[in-house]
Structure formats: structure tokens, C-alpha cells
């Protein structure tokens, strides 16, 4: 594997491996987030890179049979070390995923979920939270006179951007995106991409992506997964134009995945 | 598509069965109201029945029944939500433990009903009750140790458990995991999902087998039959240790055990409509609670 070395990284991975039981799903990954700049996570399906996304934020935490081992840390800290909430986690670490997930509440209950569930009760402090959020996603001139109607009416792709806005509620440090625009139209897409682009400026962003282009378009950095492995990392132009591993070529120009 | 004659034959034979079956509630309700409408009268509904139970009222087994299933349900209902709960979001999914407490609740339901009246007998009324007489009372006449409304109504809330644990658990795996993911990667804690996103996505779900898992308590006999349900009694029941009437028990009385069985008919096919028109209403509620819960998720 061959990796570049990130400038103060948000995060860090030191050999990580999940496993499902017996199963290993990926295998000794070791990789930097950087902070305030967007990493894909490219490769062709059921190569890890969705485990790998979900032990960012302990989401692998929630199946029993899942195991993670290696070293993961944020700002430093240890997210799997004793005494760490998995609660706390991801808290700072906010996930978006691939299927756009509303509760079936209103707009506003949506995305003033995580900060009620974190004890806010000022209404006057939610409703400033959740206009910030939405406008932070993209989505308050859309939706600022429809607050009160349910989430589930509005469009595939102002649903997906809701789901960012709840997540950017909590005022997360990190956001973890597992193909997020795999499931909208283009223009909508182009939306989200958009956005992703304003978000860097504050958040360290992490993308899974199945697309080439996507991932081309929107990272500075691109990390490729191949069969639980990952197979190479860097800046993403280098990754694209000059990449070092053979595999990772064959990939990019598609010939294989 | 042509229709062949293959398909003639079964969509004849299937309208066959479903004419059958609406036949048959057809005759049955007809029979009971043509028999059993006379007879409703506020007399009827509000007075105790005479001595040989050919006239009077039926209000003593109105109003045991309703005691007896609102204890049922206070009692059973939220052990079988806080299983299904357990069962749905807190069990690891393949270990042995799970899969006892499944097959006992699978099990459980496929239990006679007269298994349950005897377990009530032996259980709750003998060995509970009996036990807290010996410790409490010493020997003498039996306090707590005898048939009563309150061992009748744990036994009814042990038959409906089963039934309970598996509508609340279908109804709480209705709710898809994307939510439980999208509220859990906001930071919630796994009992703040279950609360807040989890329960209340199922609450339609959950009370509809609640309702109908106690519509079903309302009219059964067999367990009650040793455990606190009398032939006759024409007082109300006033302490958990009273006896009290039933109305299932007493379609059964007047069938089988009135001095004159002719006289008392007029009587039982009323009784059978009141209890009948008191289980259809709590299905009814079910059925509007199922379509109003839908319809929200949808929204």
C-alpha cells in the first residue's frame, strides 16, 4: 500500500480490521483524514469501503457480530479506547447515508432531533439551530414556510439534504457520507455536490462513492478500496492521473469493478 | 390474459369458500340477534338476574368482565410490550437465549386455554395465594388462597402475553433500520431510539395487537372457569378477592346450568349479543387505530 502523509490529520487509522463474525471485512487500513477537505473512498462493491466509513463513527457498533480492531483516532484520541461513549462519537462524527432517511416527522422535529435528544429545550435556541442547519444544507428557502409539514412530502433530493441538515445540527466535527447522491436525479446530485464543496470549508468530510467522476470532482483526497484492502491513497489528481499502484489504474480507466 | 377453465374452477371454488364462510357469520349472527334483541332492555343491561337466572339482568357479568379484562391488560400488557421490546431491539440476534425465549413465547400461544385455567388454579389461586395465606394467616380459611378476580385476571393476562410479545415485536421490525441508524449516528443512545423513534413509529402496530390480543382475553371462559369466575352472584365484586360474574361464563351457565334451560334462553341469546357487540367494538378501535397509524407514516 502506498499512502501520502496528511498535514495535521482529523483523523487517524492505524491498521484497521473489521470483522463480521469469522469474516474479515477489511484488512489493516491505515489512512489520515484530513481536516477541512473532502476524502473519497472509491472501489468496486463489497470492497470495505462502507465497513471502513461505519468504524469512523462506532456505527459498526451496532451489529453484534461486527469487531473492529487497530487504532482509530480523533484529534489524537482513541475512539475505541476505555471510558469512550460510542454516543459521544458520533456526536462529533455525523454520518449522511446512502438512502435518504427522515423521520416520518415534520421538517422541523427532523432536524431538531439530535440537539432535543442532547437535552435543548429553549425553543427559541432550536428554532435558531435548525434555521443555521438549513441553511448550512442549502435547503431554507425551500422549506422555511413548510417547517411544520411532514418530511416524507418533500422531493428525493431536499429529503437527502435535510438529512445533512440534521446532521450539521449537532454541530459535528466530522461527516461521514455513505454514497449520498447514489440514489438522486442529476440535477439534484449536482445540488449535493455543490454543497459538499461549501461544507469542506468547515468539516472534515469523508465519501464513499461509486462514482469516478464524483469522486474526481469533488475530493482532494481519494483512498482506493479493493477487496478489504486499501490498495492506495493520495491527492486525488495524483490518484487519477498518476497512480502508483497498477491496480488502481485498472480501476480509474475501468477496467475491472 | 385469457382466463382458462383451469381458472374458472379455482376463482369458482375459492367464491365457494368465501360464500361459506359469510354464509355462515351470516347465519350465526342472525340467529343471535333475531334471539337475543328482545331481550335488551335497560332492565336487562343494568339489573342482576333472578335466582334461577330466567329473568333479570346480566349487569353482575357486564361488570365483572369489564373489571377482569382492564386487570388483564394493566397487568399483562406492558410485560408483553417490554418482551417484544427486549425480544425486538436489545437481543443479540442468534444467540440461545433469544431463540428459548422465542419458542417459549411460540410455544405459550399455541397452549389450550383450559391449560391455562388449570395453571391459573394450581399456580396463582393454590400456590400464590395459598402462600401467602400460610405465611400471613396461618392455617384456617382461605384468604388470598381461593378462586377470585384477581387470579383470574393474572391468568387472563398470561394468555394474552403471547400474543401481545408477538404483534408488539412484528409491529417494532415494521420500523426500518435506516431510522434506528439515522437517530443512532445523531448521537442518540440506544434507549433514546427505542423511545423516540422506534415505539412511536409502532405505536399503531402495537396497539392494534394490544386490542385485539385483549378483545380476545374479554371472551375467553376456559381460563377463568376455576380461578374466580361464579355461576351465580348477585352482588358486584368490591376486593381482588371477591368472585365476581362473567359474561362468558354465564352463556355458559344459562346453557348448561339453569334449573330451566328453555326458560333462560332468551336470556342467553342476549347475553351472547352483549358480549359479542362488546368484542366487535374493541376490534372496531383496532381497526381504526391500524388505519389512522398507517396513514401518518405515510404522510
Known amino acids: ?257 | 390474459m385469457k382466463n382458462t377453465p383451469k381458472d374458472y374452477v379455482l376463482a369458482g371454488a375459492t367464491g365457494l369458500a368465501v360464500l361459506l364462510i359469510v354464509g355462515l357469520l351470516g347465519v350465526l349472527l342472525w340467529e343471535i340477534v333475531a334471539g337475543g334483541a328482545g331481550v335488551i332492555s335497560g332492565t336487562f343491561l343494568t339489573q342482576s338476574p333472578s335466582a334461577d337466572m330466567t329473568s333479570g339482568g346480566i349487569f353482575p357479568a357486564i361488570y365483572g368482565t369489564v373489571v377482569v379484562t382492564m386487570l388483564m391488560t394493566i397487568a399483562g400488557v406492558p410485560v408483553g410490550i417490554a418482551t417484544a421490546i427486549w425480544l425486538s431491539e436489545y437481543a443479540p440476534r442468534h444467540s440461545r437465549l433469544t431463540t428459548i425465549v422465542r419458542i417459549a413465547v411460540n410455544n405459550l400461544a399455541g397452549v389450550p386455554s383450559i391449560v391455562f385455567g388449570l395453571f391459573g388454579l394450581g399456580f396463582f389461586v393454590l400456590f400464590v395465594g395459598g402462600s401467602i395465606d400460610d405465611v400471613v394467616y396461618g392455617p384456617g380459611t382461605p384468604v388470598w388462597g381461593k378462586p377470585s378476580v384477581l387470579w383470574a385476571s393474572l391468568t387472563l393476562a398470561v394468555l394474552t402475553l403471547p400474543v401481545v410479545i408477538v404483534t408488539t415485536e412484528e409491529a417494532l421490525r415494521t420500523v426500518p433500520q435506516d431510522l434506528r441508524d439515522a437517530s443512532l449516528a445523531l448521537g442518540a443512545t440506544r434507549f433514546q431510539t427505542v423511545f423516540k423513534v422506534v415505539v412511536p413509529n409502532a405505536l399503531g402496530g402495537i396497539l392494534t395487537g394490544v386490542i385485539l390480543a385483549v378483545s380476545r382475553g374479554a371472551g375467553e371462559v376456559a381460563p377463568i372457569l376455576f380461578c374466580g369466575a361464579a355461576n351465580f352472584l348477585p352482588y358486584l365484586p368490591t376486593d381482588l378477592r371477591d368472585m365476581f360474574m362473567h359474561l362468558g361464563y354465564h352463556i355458559f351457565a344459562l346453557a348448561t346450568q339453569s334449573p330451566n334451560v328453555d326458560a333462560a334462553r332468551p336470556m342467553l341469546f342476549g347475553t351472547v349479543l352483549v358480549l359479542l357487540v362488546l368484542t366487535f367494538s374493541l376490534n372496531l378501535v383496532a381497526v381504526v387505530v391500524r388505519s389512522r397509524a398507517r396513514a401518518r407514516l405515510r404522510a
Open chain 1, 1 to 257: 500500500m502506498t499512502s501520502v502523509a496528511i498535514p495535521e490529520p482529523k483523523m487517524q487509522t492505524e491498521n484497521v480490521s473489521v470483522f463480521y463474525g469469522d469474516k474479515i471485512a477489511i484488512g489493516k487500513v491505515t489512512l489520515d483524514i484530513a481536516d477541512r477537505a473532502v476524502t473519497a473512498l472509491i472501489g468496486p462493491s463489497g470492497c470495505g469501503k462502507s465497513t471502513y466509513l461505519r468504524s469512523l463513527n462506532r456505527m459498526n457498533d451496532t451489529i453484534d457480530i461486527a469487531r473492529v480492531q487497530g487504532k482509530i483516532t480523533l484529534d489524537g484520541q482513541d475512539i475505541y479506547g476505555k471510558g469512550v461513549d460510542a454516543v459521544e462519537v458520533r456526536r462529533r462524527v455525523g454520518m449522511v447515508f446512502q438512502k435518504s432517511n427522515p423521520f416520518p416527522k415534520s421538517v422541523f422535529e427532523n432536524v431538531a432531533f439530535g440537539l432535543r435528544i442532547a437535552g435543548e429545550k429553549k425553543p427559541a435556541i432550536l428554532a435558531r439551530r435548525v434555521e443555521e442547519s438549513l441553511s448550512g444544507a442549502g435547503l431554507w428557502d425551500e422549506v422555511k414556510d413548510r417547517l411544520d409539514e411532514s418530511a416524507l412530502g418533500l422531493s428525493g433530493g431536499q429529503q437527502q439534504r435535510l438529512c445533512i441538515a440534521r446532521c450539521l445540527a449537532v454541530r459535528p466535527e466530522v461527516i461521514l457520507m455513505d454514497e449520498p447522491t447514489s440514489a438522486l436525479d442529476p440535477i439534484a446530485t449536482a445540488r449535493a455536490e455543490e454543497l459538499i464543496r461549501e461544507l469542506k470549508e468547515n468539516y472534515a468530510i469523508v465519501i464513499v462513492t461509486h462514482s469516478m467522476q464524483q469522486a474526481a470532482r469533488i475530493s482532494d483526497y481519494t483512498a482506493f478500496f479493493y477487496m478489504g484492502e486499501l490498495v492506495e491513497s493520495g491527492e486525488t489528481d495524483q490518484i487519477f492521473t498518476r497512480p502508483r499502484e497498477s491496480r488502481t489504474e485498472e480501476y480509474i480507466t475501468g477496467r475491472f469493478g
